[in-house]
């Protein structure tokens, strides 16, 4: 494959960065170190095609021909096909493929299940969905997140199978649309279903109505329990950099319902004490709650190695 690999690890890098210095760190700190690379790819490569279909420049016919495009390419690349013309962060998708070598592989996994997301936020914007809808976008995700998290991190280290490997980025993905609900319902992605908003007689711009603050508070203490069942399945992973990945994750979410529960459940539009210093300082403190928790059972297997985070 003739590319300019220094020029795309570069974009990657910066693509990653500006979006989310969490998630920049964890990569440089965390993933394994032959990974690394392809970690920052994966990250800028949906970060960059999330932008294209939040930016408003595109109609509804133009974003789901996009989304296709990436879904062709994506496909064209695991049959060892691609076309001359690419832009250069479909590069990094390129790339990636190229360099996995395992069939049904996690990067494989997230690839896949990321563009199921992309897709659905493409074609539902603008309408109601079905609780159905929101709990299959939830799990697609939720899927993508965590094998990415495995794929990266740890890759060969022992991690238990089961529903629980899920939980943590489900609760997260929970509280995600519980941040972003005010700012999504203005770019026209109404994350409560329409069922709930008849049953309750609401419009999806009633965040201060009681009944809207119910729902709100059923979504919060569905994601802790979530999170409380990530960490017991995070205890059972054998890689100890990817249970810190976890539970940082975990923590970086978890700083956000304890805000909206002080609040009464009334969602505001962003959350930027989260990002300061103050919040850094709740992640700290969570982790190292976390990380001396009694009962961590190691897993048997082989030990080593890094990771990635949505």
Not at 273 to 292: C, K
Request: net charge positive.
């Amino acid at each position: 494959m003739s590319t300019n690999l220094w020029e795309n690890d570069s974009l990657a890098r910066t693509i990653t960065k500006a979006a989310s210095r969490q998630t920049y760190y964890t990569i440089a700190l965390l993933v394994d170190g032959p990974r690394q690379a392809d970690a920052f790819r994966a990250y800028a490569y949906f970060r960059w095609l999330d932008d294209q279909l939040d930016e408003g420049r595109l109609g509804r016919a133009e974003r789901l021909a996009f989304v296709q495009r990436q879904a062709d390419l994506i496909e064209a690349g695991y049959r060892g096909c691609w076309p001359a013309r690419l832009a250069p962060e479909e590069r990094l998708a390129a790339e990636l493929i190229w360099n996995d070598r395992e069939p049904a592989s996690g990067l494989q996994t997230y690839m896949r299940q990321m563009l199921a997301v992309m897709a659905f936020d493409a074609e539902r914007r603008g309408r109601l969905i079905s609780p159905a809808e929101l709990q299959e976008y939830t799990r697609w995700l939720a899927t993508a997140v965590t094998e990415a998290m495995h794929h990266f991190i740890g890759h060969d280290a022992a991690a238990p199978r089961g529903p629980e490997r899920y939980a943590a980025v489900t609760a997260a993905h929970l509280t995600h649309m519980l941040r972003d609900m005010q700012a999504d319902v203005e770019a026209g992605y109404i994350n409560i279903p329409r069922e709930v908003l008849t049953a309750r007689g609401l419009a999806p711009h009633e965040f201060d109505r009681a009944p809207y603050r119910a729902w709100v508070r059923e979504r919060v203490e569905q994601a802790r329990a979530g999170f409380q069942t990530g960490r017991r399945y995070l205890a059972q992973v054998a890689c100890r950099r990817c249970r810190l990945a976890g539970y940082a994750y975990i923590a970086r979410f978890e700083g956000v319902l304890d805000a909206v529960e002080r609040e009464g459940y009334r969602l505001r539009r962003a959350y930027p004490e989260r990002q300061g210093l103050s919040g850094a300082g709740a992640l700290m403190r969570s982790l190292l709650t976390s990380l001396g928790a009694p009962g961590r059972a190691a897993v048997a297997g082989p030990q080593p190695q890094f990771k990635l985070k949505p």
